[in-house]
């Protein structure tokens, strides 16, 4: 009778050794990156892209914050358009500034020629916000050693 005890006693505590030794894995193929990426890009700055790499997407988050002209600009266009009805809150103009360059923009390599593997079929911009803005592409096989987001002449670097 003891020994079935300490026996029980012993593999509960090899048991609970292996889960503390067993290594967390690594889901293959994600991976992620963040890198400081300060563009001027017209009536906005982006000072940084977030990127994670996945089997099926490639996903990137570009903080930024539109330039202060711009941004007085469009609160008084929201407030003309508004005429009194609501309250203008200026993280609404913050993002509608943000999305001006968002929605134009583009992945393309270190040549500036558009990366259709990941461009073809995927959603591009999904979402715009007063302090970032969100994509998501198609995941390639190999990413070019330089990428790019570009709208028009300006560009950030996400690679």
């Known amino acids: 009778m003891l020994y079935a005890a300490v026996t029980g006693m012993k593999k509960l505590f090899e048991l609970g050794d292996k889960r503390r030794a067993a290594p967390r894995r690594e889901i293959p193929g994600n991976k992620t990156a963040t890198m400081r990426?300060?563009?001027?890009?017209?009536?906005?700055?982006?000072?940084g892209v977030h990127v994670i790499y996945s089997p099926v997407r490639l996903y990137l988050c570009v903080a930024m914050e539109p330039k202060p002209d711009a941004l007085r600009a469009q609160i008084d266009a929201d407030q003309r358009a508004a005429k009194g009805m609501f309250e203008v809150d200026e993280n609404w103009s913050a993002a509608e500034v943000n999305a001006r360059w968002a929605k134009r923009a583009t992945l393309v390599d270190g040549a500036g020629h558009v990366l259709y593997g990941a461009v073809s079929g995927a959603r591009g911009l999904t979402d715009v916000g007063a302090k970032e803005v969100f994509f998501e592409f198609g995941a390639m096989e190999?990413?070019?050693?330089?990428?790019?987001?570009?709208?028009?002449d300006t560009r950030v670097r996400v690679r």
């Open 37 to 47: 990426a300060l563009s001027d890009l017209g009536e906005s700055v982006a000072s």
């Open 142 to 152: 190999t990413y070019p050693e330089a990428m790019y987001l570009v709208s028009g």
